[in-house]
């Protein structure tokens, strides 16, 4: 599996976010794409509309098992998408601003 480290990601980076609501709200990376791993194949749409077409795809969750996943399932379709090791538990602590729901400062769940 591909992956990437945190201090590797640049901002403007494409960041999919693939853990479930009440994580996304309690704080996540500003600007990243939210799509749950219980959602994802349902909403497989929105991500191929948000996405960039020739740009790598950074998948992020908690520690990096559940953007495991989702990474391993975009490389069968062809998209270059990596895991993000250690997941937003690794960014909030080398960091990285995370932010609620309300833009306010968030923490990781």
């Known amino acids: 599996m591909p992956t ?10 494409f960041l999919l976010d693939v853990r ?28 191929t509309e948000a996405a960039p077409q020739d740009g790598r795809v950074h998948v992020i969750c908690r520690s990096g098992g559940r953007s495991a996943q ?12 990596v895991n993000v ?5 690794v960014w909030a602590a080398a960091g990285r601003p995370v932010v609620d729901a309300k833009g306010e400062p968030g923490f990781v769940l």
């Open 85 to 89: 090791d250690g997941g937003m538990q």
């Open 20 to 47: 479930e609501d009440d994580e996304w709200q309690a704080g996540h990376a500003e600007g990243a794409l939210h799509i749950p791993l219980s959602e994802f194949v349902a909403r497989y749409g929105e991500f």
């Open 4 to 13: 990437v480290e945190v201090a590797n990601l640049k901002d403007g980076d």
């Open 70 to 81: 989702v990474a391993m399932y975009l490389v069968q379709q062809g998209v270059d998408a």
